[in-house]
């Protein structure tokens, strides 16, 4: 089943599971098939899984789609990258292929690319499992003849994920670990901020996504250097598409101060300068 809201097309559809592979312990990459979601798709959006048929976990888990599949250069899928921290992820790192999700998607508002100009370079920064929607975003911008600058971060080798898929795309993402096994060690902020020094002048902007002290030091770090910042944030989310307000946040809003608005209709993405820390 498919509706239209405002101008997105949105399908709610019972998908069965392609593969499910495990990446690293307690990560998992899932892949699902489905033309209409992924053609629909942009960097940056969600999908909702309904995960048990039966009444728990009631409601569904949001899961950024972390890439596209393509056959014949046709999209034909998509992946998840998941980490599990509770029942919704355990039980869904339980599924196997030919097992069916019931799936609403793609949602929310992703990274706004249109305004890219040749002359750009486009900085991605991950961290932890944040690095989840950030590989179909640099799969997009390659696509659009942009060659983006990668920063991934983690807190050990271990568990720093995708690197393998950036390098497969044709990518040498600087890396960063706390504990410093693999990359230079310290956060993945430090280095940004490293390169942004060592870069001044540069035209940027950055795209960002992880836990929300890096969120913020990002926003800051671009602020310092003059530069756009979109963030992805994440909400604990019910309904999906705006309507029980329950995944608010505070905006700035140059009226009143600031506005809440919605993590899964205006975001999960939004201008670094916007957001009320
Ligand atoms: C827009 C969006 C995109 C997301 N994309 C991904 C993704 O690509 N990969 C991924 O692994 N996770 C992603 N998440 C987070 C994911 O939805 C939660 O980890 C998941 O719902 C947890 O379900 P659970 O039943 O396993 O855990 P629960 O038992 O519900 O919770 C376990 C713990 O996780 C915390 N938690 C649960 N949901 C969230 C949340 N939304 N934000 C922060 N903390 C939470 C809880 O407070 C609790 O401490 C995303 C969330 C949003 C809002
Ligand atoms: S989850 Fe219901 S309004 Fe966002």
């Known amino acids: 089943m498919g509706f239209q809201l405002l101008e997105k097309k949105i399908y709610h559809l019972s998908l069965s599971v392609q593969k499910q592979k495990s990446v690293a312990p307690g990560y998992w ?17 969600f999908v909702l899984l309904k995960i048990d048929k039966n009444f ?21 899928g998509f992946t998840i990258l998941y980490k599990v921290v509770g029942k919704g992820t355990r039980l869904l790192s339980e599924k196997r292929s030919g097992e069916s999700l019931a799936v609403l998607g793609p949602l929310g508002t992703g ?30 911008l390659m696509e659009r003849s942009y060659t983006p600058t990668v920063f991934l971060g983690a807190n ?19 890396v960063s670990t706390e504990d410093g096994s693999k990359g230079v060690k310290g956060m ?6 490293s390169y942004l020094e060592d870069s001044k002048g540069l035209q940027a902007e950055i795209f960002a996504c992880g ?12 602020k310092s250097y003059k530069l756009n910042s979109q963030l992805s944030l994440e909400q604990r989310m019910a309904c999906g598409l705006g309507a029980c307000l329950g995944c608010v946040v505070k905006i700035k ?19 670094g300068e916007d957001i009320i820390w």
């Open 29 to 45: 990459v899932l892949s699902l098939q489905s033309p209409q979601i992924s053609s629909a798709a942009a960097p940056g959006q």
């Open 56 to 76: 728990d976990p009631l409601l569904p888990r949001a899961m950024s789609i972390h890439s596209i599949i393509r056959a014949d250069n046709y999209r034909i």
């Open 111 to 140: 990274f706004k690319l249109s305004h890219i100009a040749s002359g750009y370079e486009p900085i991605i920064v991950g961290g932890g499992i944040g690095i989840a929607p950030l590989l179909f975003l640099a799969q997009e």
């Open 156 to 174: 050990s080798q271990e568990e720093l994920l995708a690197l393998d898929e950036f390098e497969s795309l044709g990518f040498t993402p600087k």
């Open 188 to 193: 993945v902020t430090d280095l940004l901020g």
């Open 211 to 222: 836990p929300a002290p890096m969120l913020e030091k990002a926003a800051s770090l671009a």
């Open 253 to 271: 809003n140059k009226n009143s101060g600031h506005s809440y608005q919605r993590v899964c209709t205006e975001g999960p993405v939004f201008n």
